[in-house]
């Protein structure tokens, strides 16, 4: 299967501080990728879609002047989410999508869990 | 109402037994259903897709879905200790929408 590489896997920060995730396709090129924050013991809530050379589209609620997003090549996008506050303290996975006929598979990185002091 | 809903469970399987995974959606425009498995801490990885009425089989594992009744399923026969996880339905037109998981425990 298709490999997506995400780094850091674990960050600890200072409140107001800003932490830059990336998220790479490792062996295809993904004009697509997703941003997901999952909470301990509830299910994945996208963020924000992330496409390569246009701006990203963010879901409702989500602030996109606090969670920047760029997708600069068709290998890496990169979540920042800055002036961080314990309340963003989250796991947050990138998923980067395969295209195909009928298909649109996601594949996911291993997450990045994210605690604000 | 949600687009994709799960049953959260949770769902305990005696070892051996099958294990039935049941998932409803309600935009018609999905072409696509993906079933994911997460371990507790770790990011899901995908189990199976499919976008064809029917049934997909793949070792112990068959997915179905049913367009017109905008169902789709997963079916883990031979369960081992090993499957104990949450299992994520995701589907949509344009981008993956995800039900809220079923927390599975294969009892040995």
């Known amino acids: 299967g298709a490999v997506v590489s995400q780094h850091p896997s674990w960050v600890i920060c200072k409140s107001g501080t800003s932490v830059k995730i990336e998220c790479r396709s490792l062996d295809f090129q993904a004009t697509t990728m997703f941003w997901y924050r999952q909470f301990p013991k509830q299910s994945l809530m996208l963020m924000a879609t992330s496409n390569e050379g246009s701006k990203a589209t963010y879901e409702q609620g989500v602030e996109k002047d606090k969670f920047l997003i760029n997708h600069a090549s068709l290998t890496l996008s990169t979540l920042t989410v800055t002036s961080a506050h314990p309340e963003d303290s989250s796991f947050y996975i990138c998923s980067a999508r395969l295209a195909g006929v009928g298909k649109n598979i996601q594949y996911f990185g291993a997450g990045t869990r994210l605690s604000v002091l | 109402q949600k687009e994709v809903e799960q049953n959260s469970g949770p769902l305990s399987v005696p070892e051996g037994a099958i294990a039935s995974l049941n998932c409803t959606y309600s935009?018609?425009?999905?072409?696509?259903f993906f079933w994911y498995r997460q371990y507790s801490g770790k990011s899901p990885e995908l189990i199976m897709f499919i976008y064809s009425n029917g049934d997909k089989e793949d070792g112990r594992f068959t997915a179905q879905l049913n367009k017109a009744s905008q169902y789709v399923s997963l079916l883990i026969r031979d369960s081992q200790p090993s499957d104990s996880a949450t299992y994520l339905c995701?589907?949509?037109?344009?981008?993956?929408?995800f039900g809220q998981g079923t927390r599975l425990t294969i009892n040995p």
């Open positions: 995701g589907g949509g037109a344009q981008k993956l929408v």
């Open positions: 935009d018609r425009g999905s072409q696509s």
